[in-house]
């Protein structure tokens, strides 16, 4: 049973991506301010998510003093009206967003780095925990696996099992399946059927306008791909999924309206 279903939601919670970065994937989204921020809490936001450093395929690496220029204001100003996620690898980054108000660090690294790890332990926050294999820069290089669905679950499970070990409340962990990172076509789309080897942690699925959506529409361009992205969200409403983090928040939340009400 998802989270949202035991809490007597009957909706996926929708976060809103922001990204303070000139080099996203998605252009329109190389819009990370304050207004777009607000505009989403107005447009019924859950979570705004806020990344300074983009992790798409091919992406370099910034410095921590850039990451945390481009995103301090937005976090600060922002988590005044909404609960705010940090998205970022870097645990000085993490631990300053968390002073100014987030409330969610979502590691694309998954925890890899211990010093992240004990933040989130010695902070109480919530946390997403996503799979990446390799590094942004090389992860769409001919990406490989023996059993995709049981190496990325059993990275994830392992993760959430530490937190817990070491004192975590289990209802601030999310998982993330890692969606186009370091995963084909065929990794992402079974991932997303397997969904339930996550259980009993909560689950995000980060797929708003990914290549996926692109190979799957033949829509090469990321300005068209907004229909596919609420399919697999209608999936996600569905199948029980807790949290979908998009680029489009009336529209999610337009489309879960719509369900909600159809299943009354």
């Known amino acids: 049973m998802a989270v949202w279903e035991q809490a007597g939601k009957s909706r996926p919670l929708v976060m809103g991506i922001i990204n303070a970065t000139p080099d996203s994937f998605h252009e329109s989204s190389r819009k990370g301010d304050v207004e777009r921020a607000k505009q989403m809490v107005k447009d019924g936001a859950d979570w705004i998510d806020i990344g300074g450093e983009s992790s ?130 065929d990794h992402n789309i079974e991932l997303l059927k397997s969904h339930n080897g996550l259980r009993p942690y909560s689950i995000l699925w980060g797929v708003s306008r990914k290549s996926m959506i692109g190979q799957i529409c033949n829509q090469p361009d990321t300005e068209n791909r907004l229909a596919g992205s609420l399919a697999v969200a209608a999936k996600a409403f569905t199948e029980g999924i807790d949290i979908v983090r998009v680029h489009d928040v009336r529209e999610h939340v337009d489309l879960f309206s719509v369900l909600e009400r159809m299943e009354e």
Do not use: W
């Not at 909404?82 to 925890?111: H, P, Y």
């Not at 669905?149 to 499970?157: A, K, M, Q, R």
């Not at 993760?159 to 289990?170: F, R």
């Open 56 to 185: 798409r395929p091919g992406a370099t690496s910034i410095s921590i003093e850039e990451e945390l220029e481009r995103v301090a204001p937005i976090v600060k100003e922002i988590s005044k009206i909404a609960k705010v996620s940090i998205d970022t690898r870097n645990v000085e980054v993490a631990r300053e967003a968390l002073k100014l108000g987030a409330k969610m660090i979502n590691d694309v690294s998954g925890l890899r780095d211990k010093a992240m790890m004990d933040l989130v332990i010695e902070s109480g926050c919530e946390v997403c925990v996503m799979h990446m294999l390799g590094e942004p820069q090389r992860m769409q290089e001919n990406p490989n696996y023996d059993d995709v669905v049981s190496e990325v679950n059993n990275y994830l499970i392992s993760k959430a099992e530490k937190l817990v070990q070491l004192g975590h409340p289990i209802n601030k962990i999310h998982l993330d399946p890692g969606i186009g990172f370091g995963k084909t076509l």
